[in-house]
């Protein structure tokens, strides 16, 4: 056509064609202009300067599906949260390769056409007979979903990450004084003395009303906000074509139903569904319901009073909500709660005792008098409650000190510090386990130098429509 209208630009026909074209071309232009580019831009992700499309995303998510089974596949697509949970993954996985390819561009290094072909003919999936086989190569990347470039380009980019990563897979060797170290810090044992001080030892009279009204301004309990929630399930054999087709068509009939105004217990009966009206229950105390999943609480605290949420897909049918009412958190009122407050505050009333009784003991100890306790020779795991284990190991040898534990105190006194015997065995994991330790931090540094040198800029417009239509 382009060759006709340059034989023929003389002609008037051809002069109208190309005004129309040259205007279309003006028009698309301007459009672009006026609308900030959003109507041709589908970057969803600037990594550094390298762009990730819509595209490059949509191609990598229908990878990563078709190596799912149906099983997996099916729990992915009957929740919202994790289909948007594994986008969110396969973007991220984009992402990263893309600062390591970056970084390999920027050293200056490249992957020849002659590379990959050797790359592609070294593939076991490829071969026939110990051969490359055209045949076999052209049906995998058919099952695949790739091109010949499109897996030229991938092999290209897995060969430049490597270029880049693969000093962080060498072995890092671990000092010997670390390992020792570590060795004494973790199998050392401790000959330590303790006296326990337990509340109940000592007895308390019931309180009067002014001293509970004093404890209460002291400490006042705070009531959770609480929700009474009613919804609507249409159960749905969610991995059955047909059935899924019937239950998604039963829940449009409801949807409509409560959109003209319909009451949603009235609802759910014309419809056969079934209706639930569930007693206030706060976010941290929910009632014993399998639908009340965390996704489908946090949904519930996030709703508007009144107001019905949009038809929720789960793993076994179909979900209207609605938020009846709300009470706020707020602190409880010092009558309602009187007589729950009594056994509190006896309980603090005999802390204070025995905190007074435990500092007796110390002052003992501390003027070398004998105590009263047991004597142990103590691990990090084992020997003693656990709070004294802890507190044997934070402190030097000749330390004495009071350790708070749950209903009691206990008065410490380390005496010294005992050396672990040599376990060849227990030197040689723990030095495979630094070595460990010391990959992961490098790994973890050169990951945050990529993400310094290519930061990653997510456009929220393009970001946003496209993963709220996912």
């Known amino acids: 056509m382009l060759e006709y209208l340059r034989n023929a630009s003389e002609k008037p026909v051809a002069k109208i064609l190309i005004g129309i074209l040259a205007f279309s071309f003006v028009g698309w232009g301007v459009a672009e202009w006026i609308f900030g580019n959003v109507a041709g831009d589908n970057t969803l992700v600037h990594v550094g300067g390298t762009e990730i499309t819509a595209q ?16 997996e596949q099916r729990d992915i697509y009957a929740d919202a949260a994790g289909q948007r949970e594994f986008s969110e993954r396969i973007l991220a996985k984009i992402a990263t390769e893309q600062m390591a390819e970056n970084r390999a561009h920027d050293l200056g290094f490249v992957v020849s056409d002659k590379r990959i072909a050797h790359e592609i003919r070294e593939f076991p999936e490829f071969q026939v007979n110990g051969e490359f086989s055209t045949f076999a190569f052209d049906s995998v990347l058919n099952n695949s979903g790739y091109t010949e470039s499109q897996f030229a380009n991938v092999l290209r980019g897995n060969v430049l990450r490597s270029m880049v990563l693969g000093a962080m897979s060498e072995p890092v060797p671990v000092a010997e004084f670390m ?41 006042p309990k705070v009531v959770p906000e609480t929700r009474t929630v009613s919804y609507i399930f249409v159960p749905t054999d969610m991995a059955s074509p047909d059935k899924y087709d019937a239950g998604y068509a039963t829940a449009v009939k409801i949807e409509d139903d409560i959109i003209a105004g319909e009451p949603m217990d ?198 946003n429509r496209f993963f709220e239509a996912q």
């Open 56 to 71: 490059q995303f949509n191609s990598e998510k229908s990878r990563e599906l078709a190596q799912l089974t149906r099983e």
């Open 266 to 463: 009235a609802t759910a009966k014309k419809h056969d569904a079934k209706y639930v009206s569930l007693d206030a229950f706060s976010r941290d105390n929910r009632p014993v319901d399998k639908l009340l999943t965390d996704t489908m609480v946090a949904k519930i605290f996030d709703m508007d009073v009144g107001i019905e949420s949009e038809m929720i897909e789960t793993k076994d049918g179909f979900v209207f909500l609605r938020v009846d009412n709300v009470t706020p958190s707020h602190t409880a009122e010092f009558n309602d709660i009187k007589n729950t407050l009594i056994s509190d505050w006896k309980k603090s009333e005999q802390k204070k005792q025995a905190y007074i009784r435990a500092n007796e003991i110390l002052v003992d100890v501390n003027a070398d008098k004998k105590m009263s306790g047991k004597s142990a020779t103590v691990s990090r795991a084992s020997g003693a409650p656990t709070e004294v284990l802890v507190a044997s190991f934070r402190s030097d040898a000749g330390t004495n000190t009071i350790v708070s534990g749950d209903d009691e105190f206990f008065v410490l006194s380390i005496k010294k510090s005992i050396a672990p015997k040599q376990d060849d065995k227990k030197m040689d994991a723990l030095r495979q386990e630094l070595k460990n330790t010391s990959d992961k931090i490098i790994q973890e540094d050169y990951n945050s130098f990529l993400k310094r040198e290519y930061p990653i800029k997510v456009n929220e417009k393009v970001y």
């Open 179 to 219: 390992v020792r170290a570590n060795y004494n810090a973790r199998y050392g044992e401790r000959e330590i003395e303790y006296a326990t001080v337990k509340y109940s030892d000592f007895s308390v009279a019931n309180p009067t009303d002014e001293q509970l009204s004093e404890y209460y301004a002291q400490n």
